[in-house]
């Protein structure tokens, strides 16, 4: 299986883009991964929230391939602990799937239509954080849930 983290918009915050960058190159050593970033619309100050988030839903199912488990990660989505999260993991290399694909929207979440192809949701925290923060933390208890199922002692309970 391979994991696609799939973001609308990218990280701009020199910090986070390091602290992201090296959460990812960590993962590669767990299981093959790509990171792809699809470019804020332009012009947006005269489309509406609606109308923006059905633009950025043709650009984010057209990433989509027709097999892939799709998780979006949304306010409303399952919360984890992160040994819960690893066990999610584990039950999920498992399947069949050849991709999983973890999406961040843009700035006003998701179109139905994204909701529609979505095979689960996930939050990471009852807080809300910026775009840029959810890359960075998202890269790290993806890296802690491989670290947890290789029994190394990164994570401590």
Known sequence: M???FLTVGKTIDSHLIYLQEEYQNRLKHYIPFEYIVIPELK???NISESEQKEKEADLLLKSFDVNDEIILLDENG??????????F???KLLSSQKRMVFVV??????????YNRANGLL?????TF????????FAE?????FTILRGEPYHHQ
């Open 123 to 127: 939050s990471l925290s009852k807080m």
């Open 78 to 87: 399952k919360h984890y602990t992160s040994v819960e999260f690893s066990d």
């Open 2 to 4: 391979k994991i696609v």
């Open 43 to 45: 012009n947006t100050r």
């Open 105 to 114: 929207g843009g700035p006003y979440g998701f179109s139905q239509r994204v």
């Open 89 to 91: 993991i584990s039950k």
């Open 141 to 145: 208890q993806l890296y802690r849930a």
């Open 130 to 137: 910026s775009h840029q923060m959810v890359r960075m933390i």
